[in-house]
């Protein structure tokens, strides 16, 4: 892994805005004062931090509502036919295989070709436009295994619209623990794959590749209680700022909010020349960045959690 950034600042309107959202800056010197030629600055630091907390947690995301709506669409209607989505929107598709076709459900053996339309699985998920195909490995006993390839599909979620394209292979399982709490779980594996991000009408690109990633999502009663993410993965930034490559793994688990913002935990960025530490409590993200990687902390910044939200992606 390397890093090549294109570009060490952002235009001064950015700048000011990440000055701005700053709450502190020690360890010597002020952002990027001091940095060695192959030091990570502060300005790559927050674009690393930020993007590496946001964009695992939504890519998940994205697939378990791949999952979720074909799912909803298979129930809604016969294949070969544009069925309406429970949520909103249209869904045609076509399947093969398996024993049991037609029945309204996801079975081992059967393969599913999807064209969605504006399509939302349930109300207030996230919506689909593009094509996936689904083979489904196993389907029992409360884990379902498929594996996805998917053809510039456009996954809109509360922060962002991914196209995403390539394969991958999630894992879901659903565990009643009593009480009205179930943990829906889905691990998330891929050799790699490509996202692209647009916000704000900013657009970046992403190269996912040995992803690892899994998130657990806890109902209590029917209501979402608590959201997770742990796992590794290299991601590969095309930013309009500037572009770098990094591994990034979780220690423990990582707790996000609704709209897939990080609140508490901690994970790890590898560089060959870098090492940069993060932690989360809620409101404030802490980086820390270890020049050499020879176990001396150079510098620490402090970001608030709503502008590492906005930095990604």
Do not use: K
């Given at each position: 892994?390397?890093?090549?950034?294109n570009?060490?600042?952002l235009?001064?309107?950015a700048?000011a805005?990440?000055?701005?959202?700053?709450?502190?800056a020690?360890?010597?010197?002020?952002?990027?004062?001091g940095?060695?030629a192959?030091?990570?600055?502060?300005t790559?630091?927050?674009?690393?931090?930020?993007?590496s907390?946001?964009l695992?947690?939504d890519?998940?995301?994205?697939?378990?509502?791949?999952?979720s709506?074909?799912?909803?669409?298979?129930?809604?209607?016969s294949?070969?036919?544009t069925?309406?989505?429970?949520g909103?929107?249209?869904?045609?598709?076509t399947?093969?295989?398996?024993?049991?076709?037609?029945n309204?459900?996801?079975?081992a053996?059967e393969?599913?070709?999807?064209?969605?339309?504006?399509?939302?699985g349930?109300?207030?998920a996230?919506?689909?436009?593009?094509?996936?195909?689904?083979?489904?490995?196993?389907?029992?006993?409360?884990?379902?295994q498929?594996?996805?390839?998917?053809?510039?599909?456009?996954?809109?979620?509360?922060?962002?619209?991914?196209?995403v394209?390539?394969?991958s292979?999630l894992?879901?399982?659903?565990?009643?623990?009593g009480?009205?709490?179930i943990?829906t779980?889905?691990?998330?594996?891929?050799?790699?794959?490509?996202?692209?991000?647009?916000?704000?009408?900013?657009t970046?690109?992403?190269?996912?590749?040995?992803v690892d990633?899994?998130?657990?999502v806890?109902?209590?009663?029917?209501?979402?209680?608590?959201?997770?993410?742990?796992?590794?993965?290299?991601?590969?930034a095309?930013?309009?700022n500037?572009?770098?490559?990094?591994?990034?793994?979780?220690?423990?688990?990582?707790?996000?909010?609704a709209?897939?913002?990080?609140?508490?935990?901690?994970w790890?960025?590898?560089l060959p020349?870098?090492?940069?530490?993060?932690?989360?409590?809620?409101g404030?993200?802490?980086?820390?960045v270890d020049?050499?990687?020879?176990?001396?902390?150079d510098?620490t910044?402090?970001?608030?959690?709503?502008?590492?939200?906005?930095?990604?992606g």
């Amino acid at each position: 892994m390397n890093i090549t950034p294109n570009n060490r600042r952002l235009a001064p309107i950015a700048a000011a805005t990440a000055l701005l959202a700053l709450l502190a800056a020690c360890g010597g010197g002020g952002g990027d004062a001091g940095a060695p030629a192959n030091g990570v600055t502060q300005t790559e630091a927050q674009s690393m931090s930020a993007n590496s907390a946001v964009l695992p947690a939504d890519s998940v995301e994205g697939q378990a509502s791949i999952l979720s709506t074909t799912r909803a669409v298979v129930a809604a209607g016969s294949a070969s036919t544009t069925v309406n989505c429970p949520g909103g929107g249209t869904a045609q598709f076509t399947v093969t295989g398996g024993n049991a076709l037609g029945n309204g459900q996801l079975d081992a053996g059967e393969i599913y070709s999807v064209t969605y339309t504006n399509c939302t699985g349930a109300a207030g998920a996230a919506t689909l436009n593009g094509s996936a195909t689904l083979t489904v490995v196993t389907a029992s006993g409360g884990t379902t295994q498929v594996n996805t390839a998917t053809q510039n599909l456009q996954i809109a979620l509360p922060l962002r619209t991914l196209t995403v394209n390539g394969s991958s292979t999630l894992t879901e399982t659903v565990a009643d623990n009593g009480g009205g709490v179930i943990v829906t779980t889905h691990r998330w594996t891929s050799p790699q794959i490509v996202l692209t991000s647009v916000r704000n009408a900013r657009t970046s690109t992403f190269t996912l590749s040995n992803v690892d990633q899994t998130r657990a999502v806890t109902t209590t009663n029917g209501v979402i209680s608590a959201r997770s993410r742990s796992g590794t993965i290299t991601i590969d930034a095309q930013l309009p700022n500037g572009s770098w490559t990094v591994t990034t793994a979780t220690q423990g688990a990582v707790s996000y909010d609704a709209n897939g913002v990080p609140t508490q935990g901690a994970w790890t960025i590898t560089l060959p020349h870098n090492i940069i530490g993060i932690s989360v409590v809620p409101g404030t993200l802490t980086v820390t960045v270890d020049w050499g990687a020879d176990g001396t902390i150079d510098r620490t910044w402090t970001f608030t959690n709503a502008q590492v939200g906005s930095e990604a992606g």
